[in-house]
């Protein structure tokens, strides 16, 4: 365990590359290294804030008032495969994410394929629910197994416990939940009441994909919507569609470190708003209206879709954003801005070189304003906010 007496700022540990300094900085490489240092810090009665590829936090310029512990463990393996029970594979939270869906293509493990290129680590993936072109990653999950900062204990979650949605979960959940007889500590912020340790998904074995579920991703491998296709094709063409949209992370897959800002970004700064059906009826009709399924799939043998809920529809933030007026490249202060949309998508917020967290906060004001002005509908961010709020 490496214990910093001068930390570094959090823009140097964040892909938005934003941020002050922490109290304290620990790197922790062993599991033991980590819980030590969680407990230490709730003990002492001390923020925490437990960071893996930053690619999912926009931090206050004045930094973070307590602990911040870097988890740089990683490693995952096989535990189990066959024909009938498909693979069994589990990763430490520290593990690349996108290392761990090249794997499972190489080696013919189905259900992570078209997560390709999200940046961050796998313990984030169960929190947030990631997700990308119709596949989530509830859908190949079987455990997640965390420390459970309230009980003082190791506790394994069955996906059927993990509460799935979109873009949440029982973890997520957590950071923000209400003091309740269960939990009197809540809310844990910024960091959830269960840090992840390791995640174990259940894969089925093959060459052909998961159901496609999202028709840009169907287009491009000129297949319909529910069809499959060779799991390296969606790969590939899932790359290819977030290069197009700047959504790789800066240095990864042949891109050079630094060159390109529309990467300085979170990612999607905006989840798709999910409204009830009668409010998606209001929007234009050409506003995009995708299906609202279950995070996970509708039948557990087979590949399937998950069950669609015929009360809400999901649209995109994007359409919003680019229909309330701001385009590709948009700043508060023009041309000059420090903080600007993507050139490549409306989706991602980016740091144009010299931004501050305040700078990236006032442009997603601005958007959010601008969508609930002209739309009724007020887009939450999809980063944690620390230090900072909209």
Request: aromatic share 6%; charged share 20%; net charge negative.
């Amino acid at each position: 365990m490496s214990i910093s007496t001068v930390a570094p700022a959090l823009a140097e540990l964040t892909t938005l590359r934003v941020g002050g300094p922490a109290d304290a900085y620990v790197e922790a490489t062993t599991e033991a290294e980590l819980i030590d240092t969680v407990l230490a810090a709730d003990d002492a009665g001390q923020p925490l804030l437990v960071v893996g590829g930053g690619s999912n936090l926009l931090v206050s310029d004045e930094g973070f008032g307590g602990v911040v512990v870097r988890d740089l463990r990683t490693g995952f393996t096989l535990d189990s495969a066959d024909t009938c029970g498909g693979a069994s594979v589990s990763a430490v939270g520290g593990q690349d994410w996108d290392d761990v869906v090249a794997a499972s293509v190489e080696q013919g493990w189905v259900g992570l394929e078209a997560l390709s290129g999200i940046p961050g680590t796998v313990g984030a993936a169960p929190v947030q629910n990631i997700g990308a072109y119709g596949q989530e990653v509830a859908g190949a999950l079987s455990t997640v197994r965390t420390w459970d900062r309230l009980k003082g204990r190791v506790r394994t979650f069955a996906v059927g416990e993990l509460g799935f949605g979109y873009r949440t979960s029982v973890l997520k959940r957590s950071m923000r939940g209400m003091p309740s007889q269960d939990d009197p500590q809540a809310p844990w912020f910024p960091t959830p009441r269960y840090v992840v340790l390791d995640v174990t998904f259940q894969m089925r074995l093959g060459t052909l994909s998961a159901p496609i579920g999202y028709g840009e991703l169907a287009a491009r491998l000129g297949v319909d919507v529910g069809e499959r296709a060779p799991s390296t094709a969606v790969r590939d063409a899932v790359l290819e569609l977030r290069a197009g949209k700047g959504m790789l992370q800066d240095g990864r897959f042949g891109s050079a470190p630094g060159a390109d800002h529309d990467r300085w970004s979170a990612g999607s700064f905006f989840t798709n708003p999910v409204v009830p059906a009668e409010q998606a009826d209001l929007l234009p009709p050409d506003a995009p209206r995708y299906p609202v399924r279950s995070a996970r799939p509708a039948a557990t043998t087979g590949p399937s879709l998950g069950a669609v809920d015929a009360s809400l529809i999901k649209t995109s933030a994007a359409w919003l954003i680019a229909r309330a007026g701001f385009d590709k490249g948009f700043g508060v202060s023009g041309p000059d801005s420090r903080a600007t949309l993507s050139t490549k998508h409306t989706l991602a917020l980016t740091n144009r070189g010299g931004a501050s967290a305040d700078d990236v906060v006032a442009l997603a004001r601005v958007l959010r304003d601008g969508v609930l002005d002209a739309f009724g509908i007020e887009l939450e961010p999809e980063p944690v906010l620390v230090g900072v709020s909209l």
